[in-house]
């Protein structure tokens, strides 16, 4: 039913959304096998699958900094322009791109394996760097260089206000909003190119990253086929505001305030922020990775995400990282092992 659904909405094909998230060793929604290696959990079988889009109106746009409003924005991408080409190795070509989005120019990096495809590809959507010190392809180069090697065409998004790329407008920075387009029109950059499988593409996001894949599967069902998320950050708005806005940025919050008034008088528009509220728009699998000792994103936030898209009826699956923080050290190359079979099963 659900792949029936992506199919309709769109017409296209669909592509893959990797977004990241923390966990906590004690989930009940962990499994883990005698030897205390982290093992998936999926959507329960009894699970109600939840209907499509296509069953169901849009909700209705309240602000058009909202989720909802964004429901009604289809991907704009341009196609990618090569900037000059960075690194040749006997595996991938990585090049310095920009492509359009809406009306801006948005800056990244382009790996394309060696050989003339099709190719599968994958959309990365990084995690939280100050937009001031950024450079671009800067925060996955790891998972840049695992998923070229791997046979994966990738774009690395740098976001509008980062590097190269147009800026970004304060409200829609601090709402992630401006962050989802360029990740959803990025698939439509991607699926301009000749050498790239259009039928088989791809999104990763790690911490912010992930949020933003989470708005982007929300906002745009049947875009990808699967979603990876690393690290995430949570899905409720509010708890990324209180986490890291306010410490940081106690003038941004100020300035949401004075936008939509506060989360006690307004609480709505800050649910019309957050993705949990619309989970039962996803029409793809979601594979989240998230380490046990997570320090950045709580590991509540990650349990209580899988609950919820499981509770949704979507086919979500969170695997626990026993002793790993944030950035993943130790397993990372087990967990980017595992993305990859999974990408590879879901775009078979």
């Given at each position: 039913m659900r792949e029936v659904g992506r199919r309709?909405?769109?017409g296209a094909v669909p592509a893959v959304a990797l977004v990241g998230c923390t966990g906590d060793a004690d989930s009940p929604d962990a499994v883990r096998t005698p030897s205390g290696s982290p093992t998936a959990?999926?959507?329960?079988?009894?699970?109600?699958?939840?209907?499509t889009p296509t069953e169901t109106p849009l909700p209705e746009v309240r602000d058009p900094l909202s989720l909802p409003a964004l429901m009604r924005q289809p991907p704009d991408g341009g196609r990618v322009r090569v900037l000059r080409t960075e690194?040749?190795?006997?595996?991938?070509?990585?090049?310095?791109?920009?492509?359009?989005?809406?009306?801006?120019?948005?800056?990244?990096v382009l790996l394309r394996p060696r050989g003339r495809g099709p190719f599968p590809a994958v959309v990365l959507n990084h995690g939280y760097i100050e937009p001031s010190v950024y450079v671009t392809g800067q925060g996955l180069a790891r998972e840049q260089d695992a998923l070229a090697r791997a046979g994966f065409v990738v774009l690395h998004t740098d976001y509008r206000g980062h590097a190269a790329s147009d800026p970004v407008r304060p409200l829609e920075r601090e709402t992630r909003l401006g962050y989802t387009r360029d990740a959803i029109n990025a698939v439509a950059a991607l699926r301009s190119l000749p050498y790239v499988d259009g039928s088989r593409v791809a999104m990763l996001g790690r911490s912010m990253g992930g949020g933003v894949t989470m708005n982007a599967l929300v906002t745009q069902p049947g875009l990808v086929r699967a979603a990876v998320i690393y690290a995430s950050v949570s899905s409720r708005f509010l708890d990324n505001v209180e986490q890291f806005t306010r410490p940081g940025r106690p003038e941004a919050v100020d300035a949401l305030y004075d936008r939509f008034g506060t989360p006690a008088r307004a609480p709505q528009a800050y649910r019309d922020l957050s993705a949990r509220a619309y989970f039962d728009r996803i029409t793809e699998p979601v594979l989240a990775h998230h380490g046990t000792v997570d320090g950045t994103c709580p590991p509540e936030w990650a349990r209580t995400t899988q609950r919820l898209m499981r509770r949704a009826g979507v086919d979500a699956r969170l695997r626990w990282w026993p002793g790993e923080d944030h950035a993943f050290y130790a397993?990372?190359?087990?967990?980017?092992?595992?993305?990859?079979?999974?990408?590879?099963?879901?775009?078979?």
């Open positions: 309709a909405l769109l959990t999926s959507a329960a079988p009894s699970a109600t699958p939840a209907p690194v040749e190795t006997d595996d991938y070509t990585r090049e310095q791109v920009t492509y359009r989005s809406d009306d801006l120019t948005v800056s990244g397993r990372w190359q087990d967990s980017m092992d595992q993305t990859i079979r999974f990408l590879r099963r879901r775009m078979a």
